[in-house]
């Protein structure tokens, strides 16, 4: 059996995910990542994206992250999510709605638009749709 490493995924209102893990691919600032068992110290931003989490057992988990924050060390790691999502929750409906709303905030282009703002829920989004759609097929 590979070796693991004890992993925790938090957000805000719960805990995602306490258990074993053998890898993890995550969003970081700088591009994906990944961390195996016995993985330096490290603490480093996440960004919107797919949280790939492999079990002790080998089953693959996906999860729709919208940033947060990766701390690894003494054959743990530990995400602090702004919010993750597992892919088999995401409601496609939903999140199409939330795409079709940003981007027509994006296409009104008022003077009271925040762009950056509406750019960052029109990438969040598109990214439960990817990770939703990634996670069913």
Request: hydrophobic residues 45%.
């Amino acid at each position: 059996m590979p070796p693991v490493f004890s992993l925790t995924v938090m957000a805000p209102e719960q805990t995602i995910f306490r258990g074993k893990a053998r890898s993890l691919v995550a969003p970081g600032s700088e591009g994906y990542l990944g961390v195996l068992a016995h993985h330096a110290p490290m603490v480093t931003e996440l960004r919107i994206g797919r949280l790939t989490i492999v079990e002790e057992a080998g089953t693959r988990r996906l999860f729709a992250l919208s940033g947060g924050i990766l701390e690894t060390g003494g054959n743990q790691a530990t995400i602090l999510a702004d919010s993750a999502e597992p892919a088999q929750e995401i409601d496609l409906a939903r999140a199409e709605a939330a795409e079709q709303r940003a981007k027509d905030r994006i296409s009104r282009n008022g003077e009271d638009l925040d762009v950056a703002r509406a750019q960052a829920a029109l990438e969040r989004a598109l990214n439960r749709l990817r990770v939703a759609q990634a996670g069913r097929g």
